[in-house]
């Protein structure tokens, strides 16, 4: 008897009672977890903990194909009970889930993650590891109860994926064409489009440069602030506080009034890494108030922002 035989048949002599028990002490154990290490937004060690954390990103792959393959297999065989390959991949999927969920809580927290996506992700991750877990435990009943468990499972694990799916790429992934087959429309101010003619200072200029300085903690990845710096229509719907991008206006524009406060100001950005030179602080104020940035200017300050990226 192999070591995962002797697990199988510690699972298989419980009894219901302490099987519900064993699934819903382990997924409230993720909520209580969850809550004593929410995400927050901090980068923080020990390393042992942030490097399980990014194996969220594999070992949710796993669960979630065992999941959509034990009804698949069910359905081909339709028998009264369970069969035995259907329980070990229905309990190995259970199992999965509870792990990659585990990663997931230590990646969220460990890793700099906040905002309410991830919020989302995480609570549909937790509820789609408890009906995994549920789904397990349905193995015994009749075949349509235990196909209805595990649609259900897979329904709320569909959810959990796709918010992950949107953090990870982009808002509606995967069901947003690239921009060849439908162009996206950016609203470009007109202030802006008028001094564009020749170079677009957005495109060339500006979005280096806070793709170098910013974006690494304003992006897709990290929402601090709940700013995304990536584009222009998210520059354009701003952060928390409001206006991050006001064309014209240099005093609402927070991505300008927050980069050249004095250093040591609690709001000054970036908060770490290289400050913004004297050069790039004035192609961005020339850029918000719709006035062409001069060839000279922005050959500096896009020779900086290469810089800055290697
Ligand atoms: C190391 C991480 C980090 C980097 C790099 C960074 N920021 Fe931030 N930023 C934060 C954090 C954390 C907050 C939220 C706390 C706060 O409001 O001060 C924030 C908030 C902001 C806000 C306010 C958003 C709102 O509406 O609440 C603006 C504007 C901003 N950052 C601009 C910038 C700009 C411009 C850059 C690049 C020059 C930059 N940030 C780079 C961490 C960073």
Not at 22 to 51: K, T
Not at 65 to 82: C, D, G, S, Y
Not at 99 to 117: I, K, T
Request: proline share 5%; charged share 20%.
């Amino acid at each position: 008897m192999t070591p995962l035989h002797r697990i199988e048949e510690r699972l298989r002599a419980l009894t219901g009672r302490q099987a519900v028990a064993l699934v819903v002490g382990a997924n409230l154990f993720l909520v209580v977890l969850a809550l004593a290490l929410p995400p927050d937004g901090e980068m923080r060690g020990p390393a042992i903990l942030s490097i399980l954390g990014n194996f969220h990103i594999l070992a949710l792959h796993l669960p979630a194909a065992l999941l959509l393959i034990v009804p698949l297999f069910e359905t081909f065989e339709r028998h009264e009970q369970a069969t035995v390959t259907v329980r070990r991949l229905s309990v190995i999927s259970a199992v999965g889930t509870w792990g990659a969920v585990l990663c997931g809580v230590f990646h969220a927290h460990f890793n700099g993650f906040s905002g309410e996506a991830i919020e989302l992700h995480l609570w549909g991750g937790i509820a789609a590891s408890a009906f995994a877990g549920l789904a397990s435990l349905a193995l015994v009943k009749a075949f349509r109860v235990r196909l209805a468990a595990q649609a259900v499972a897979i329904g709320v694990m569909s959810f959990a994926a796709h918010i992950g799916g949107e953090l990870v790429h982009e808002e509606g992934f995967p069901f947003k064409a690239n921009k060849v087959a439908s162009p996206r429309k950016v609203e470009i101010p007109v202030a802006v489009a008028q001094v564009s003619q020749k170079r677009d200072d957005y495109a060339e200029v500006i979005a280096p440069m806070l793709d170098a300085h910013c974006v690494a903690c304003h992006g897709a990845k990290k929402v601090k602030g709940k700013l995304r710096m990536d584009s222009l229509e998210a520059l354009t719907k701003g952060g928390s506080e409001g206006s991050t991008f006001v064309p014209g206006d240099l005093k609402k524009s927070l991505m300008h009034v927050r980069v050249t406060l004095p250093p040591d100001d609690e709001e000054f950005m970036p908060t770490e890494g290289e400050k913004l030179s004297k050069e790039q602080i004035q192609a961005l104020g020339l850029w918000i108030e719709g006035k062409p940035i001069p060839d000279e200017l922005a050959k500096v300050v896009i020779a900086a922002s290469k810089a800055a990226k290697k």
